[in-house]
Each structure stands twice: as C-alpha cells, then as structure tokens.
Antibody
C-alpha cells in the first residue's frame, strides 16, 4: 500500500524558515517524480514544486521560486521542502504527492501538514 | 503559463442526478488533464487521468472526456458520498496549474 506521510509543519514567524519532510513507502520511491502542492485555508489547490526521479529536473511555482528548495533522498525514501523567507501568504496545508506513470498525474497524496506563518 | 477555468464554481444537485463539470484550458494541452475529488479536511483523491482514464478503484459513474482545450467530468448518478469539491489539473507543462474548483452541494 502506498503511503505518504508529511511532517515538519508548524507556526513560524514571517521571515522564518521551516523544513517539511515526506516519508514514502509501499512503492519504489526512486522510480517516480514527486511533488508538493499547497492549499491555503478555504482556498483551492496550488502546485508548488516538482522533482524528477534523480533530482536532475526541478520546477517551482513563481510564488515560491528563490525561497523554497525541493530535494529528495532516494536512499531514505524521503522528499523534502526547505522553506525560507516565509510570508503570511505561505500559510497553507502542504501535501506531498506521487507522480503517476506516463501522464504526470498525481496518483497518491499524503494527509498534509499545516504551515502557519504569523507573528 | 496555462490557465484552467472550471464551470460552474458551485453546483447544487440531488442524489441520482447526472452532473457535468467543465474545465477549459487557455491553450491546448492534448489529453494531459486529471480530475481530483476533495472532501473537507481530506487530501485530494485522483479520479481521472489522461482526460478519460478512470483511476483504479474509482466508481464507473465517474467519467471524463475532452482533449485540446475543453474537458468535462461527468457523474452519471450522484451518490451521497460524491458531494465534494472537484479540481482539474493540467500536466502538459510547468507550472502544473489547477482549476479553481467546483463545489458540488446537496440540493
């Protein structure tokens, strides 16, 4: 059974940093690209970042480019999101999601971790 | 960047109704479109990928169609558990944009 478990969320002051983790199990982690998606309270889904299987290809939304860094450790079956210079508008539930085969869709999602940026 | 516009944004329907949600892309995306269902406090769940392929385990009352710039998600006979918010997402290029969502409510 595929499982994705996020951790690392919490309350942080504007300008602060936070590192999210996503522990994967139930599939060959190194064979799939991975993604982060966020959802601000009461709002829709926003794609944040994607990373290829070998980390050779990385993409970011303009809203986080230069502040967030996605990475992965295939030996540890883990995905990360380093978030720096956090702003109030980064407040959201952050989901990690596995990319499906062939068409790039997100076939499995974690339960999410809440990041609150507030003074 | 590709923009996705869903219509309607809100939909009120009854159990047993047939409903259709439309997703329009600002430029052609071939068949690189997925549909997700999200219930309050839960993670999104994949329903349809490649515009019309039903994800394993998803009931057959859900179907998707379209290619290019116009896509539809149809629920043939609404069940109580289908009342949720639905999102489309394009996988043709980065950024991987989502539609704004369609909230399906009980009439």
């Amino acid at each position: 059974e595929v499982q994705l478990v996020e951790s690392g969320g919490g309350l942080v002051k504007p300008g602060g940093s936070l590192r999210l983790s996503c522990a994967a199990s139930g599939f060959t982690f190194s064979s799939y690209s991975m993604n982060w998606v966020r959802q601000a309270p009461g709002k829709g889904l926003e794609w944040v970042s994607s990373i290829s299987r070998s980390s050779s290809d990385i993409y970011y939304a303009d809203s986080v480019k230069g502040r967030f860094t996605i990475s992965r450790d295939n030996a540890k079956n883990s995905l990360y999101l380093q978030m720096n210079s956090l702003r109030a508008e980064d407040t959201a539930v952050y989901y990690c999601a596995k990319t499906g085969y062939s068409y790039g869709h997100f076939d499995y999602w974690g339960q999410g971790t809440l990041v609150t940026v507030s003074s | 960047d590709i923009q996705l516009t869903q219509s309607p944004s809100f939909l009120s329907a009854s159990v047993g109704d047939r409903v259709t949600i439309t997703c329009r892309a600002s430029q052609g995306i071939n068949s690189y479109l997925a549909w997700y269902q999200q219930k309050p406090g839960k993670a999104p769940k994949l329903l349809i990928y490649a515009a019309s392929t039903l994800q394993s385990g998803v009931p057959s009352r859900f179907s998707g169609s379209g290619s290019g710039t116009e896509f539809t998600l149809t629920i043939s006979s609404l069940q109580p558990e289908d009342f949720a918010t639905y999102y489309c997402q394009q996988l043709n290029s980065y950024p991987r944009s989502f539609g704004q969502g369609t909230k399906l409510e009980i009439k």
